[in-house]
Nanobody
Framework: QVQLVESGGGLVQAGGSLRLSCAASGLTFSSYVLSWFRQAPGKEREFVAGIRGSGARTDYLDSVQGRFTVSRDNAKSTVYLQMNNLKPEDTAVYYC??????????????????WGQGTQVTVSS
């Protein structure tokens, strides 16, 4: 049984930082693209950042480029999202998701096979 468990969310002031973690089990971790999505109230879920199985390629939403960094530790089956200089518009539930893929990195949520339960990030102004 595949499980993705996020942690690290919370309340932070604008300009602050948070580090999200997503621990995976039940899958061959290095064979999966791991990505972070977010969903704010009243909005559609959107791709935030993703990283290929080898870690060689990453991709980011334009509005988080330069502020967020996605990384992974295949030995620990864990993916991370370091979020710096947070803004109120970053407030959302953040989800990690896994896509079994050898080539490429997809940003559409329909491409992803497994999802975590989400962790709330709230940025106050």
């Amino acid at each position: 049984q595949v499980q993705l468990v996020e942690s690290g969310g919370g309340l932070v002031q604008a300009g602050g930082s948070l580090r999200l973690s997503c621990a995976a089990s039940g899958l061959t971790f290095s064979s999966y693209v791991l990505s972070w999505f977010r969903q704010a109230p009243g909005k559609e879920r959107e791709f935030v950042a993703g990283i290929r199985g080898s870690g060689a390629r990453t991709d980011y939403l334009d509005s988080v480029q330069g502020r967020f960094t996605v990384s992974r530790d295949n030995a620990k089956s864990t993916v991370y999202l370091q979020m710096n200089n947070l803004k109120p518009e970053d407030t959302a539930v953040y989800y990690c998701a896994a896509d079994f893929r050898v080539y490429g990195l997809r940003t559409a949520d329909t491409e992803y096979d497994y999802w975590g339960q989400g962790t709330q990030v709230t940025v106050s102004s």
